[in-house]
T-cell receptor, first 107, second 117 residues
Framework: RKEVEQDPGPFNVPEGATVAFNCTYS??????FFWYRQDCRKEPKLLMS???SGNEDGRFTAQLNRASQYISLLIRDSKLSDSATYLC????????FGAGTRLTVKP | DAGVIQSPRHEVTEMGQEVTLRCKPI?????LFWYRQTMMRGLELLIY????????DSGMPEDRFSAKMPNASFSTLKIQPSEPRDSAVYFC???????????????FGPGTRLTVL
């Protein structure tokens, strides 16, 4: 079993749609959680950290459920520019990445 | 501000050759990470350093791979001898000393795309 598993995707949604990604992790001792975004042939960039209480940044909302060991990312009112691969990441230093979920937002 | 700098950006070499990838972290960052990304295996952590000291190299695939960090502003990842299965994008990343959630991130370089023929 992989340490971090994500929705396989791809997700193809129209502009303005709401889309949600889930990610599960296997190590119950994990303390830090993140969502990174990676554009095609570019480096990953931090989208947002995921805090225990959940957090929101504009159209993006991240949630953590420690009991079920999953994190989620919700994107509201999706834009064309949101098209990218979204990587679920666990741990601060010895980071474990999910395989990524590809999102394509279409006009 | 200059971000993480990697060189070369592209490298094409023949099987058996030595390959050296270079990284300059962001000034003031005390953690440095080397990753490898392939379609099959995704993004994998190879090794990371703290204050120039290797902390965890459990992700280094085999003895053909070695990494060094002689000072705070430079690191190398060497593959000797290289094999076609080493073809991948190699990312270097750095992060600042942890001082709370606002510093809790890694900054990735643009990567080196390695092709071993």
């Amino acid at each position: 079993r992989k340490e971090v598993e994500q929705d396989p995707g791809p997700f193809n949604v129209p502009e303005g749609a709401t889309v949600a990604f889930n990610c599960t992790y296997s190590n119950s001792a994990s303390q830090s959680f993140f969502w990174y975004r990676q554009d095609c042939r570019k480096e990953p960039k931090l989208l947002m950290s995921v805090y225990s209480s959940g957090n929101e940044d504009g159209r993006f909302t991240a949630q953590l459920n420690r009991a079920s060991q999953y994190i989620s990312l919700l994107i509201r009112d999706s834009k064309l520019s949101d098209s990218a691969t979204y990587l679920c990441v666990v741990n601060r230093y010895d980071m474990r990445f999910g395989a990524g979920t590809r999102l394509t937002v279409k006009p | 501000d200059a971000g993480v700098i990697q060189s070369p950006r592209h490298e094409v070499t023949e099987m058996g050759q030595e390959v050296t990838l270079r990284c300059k972290p962001i000034s003031g960052h005390d953690y440095l990470f080397w990753y490898r990304q392939t379609m099959m295996r995704g993004l994998e952590l190879l090794i990371y350093f703290n204050n120039n000291v290797p902390i965890d190299d459990s992700g280094m695939p085999e003895d053909r791979f070695s990494a060094k960090m002689p000072n705070a502003s430079f690191s190398t990842l060497k593959i000797q001898p290289s094999e076609p299965r080493d073809s991948a994008v190699y990312f270097c990343a750095s992060s600042p000393p942890y001082q709370g959630e606002s510093t809790d991130t890694q900054y990735f370089g643009p990567g080196t795309r390695l092709t071993v023929l």
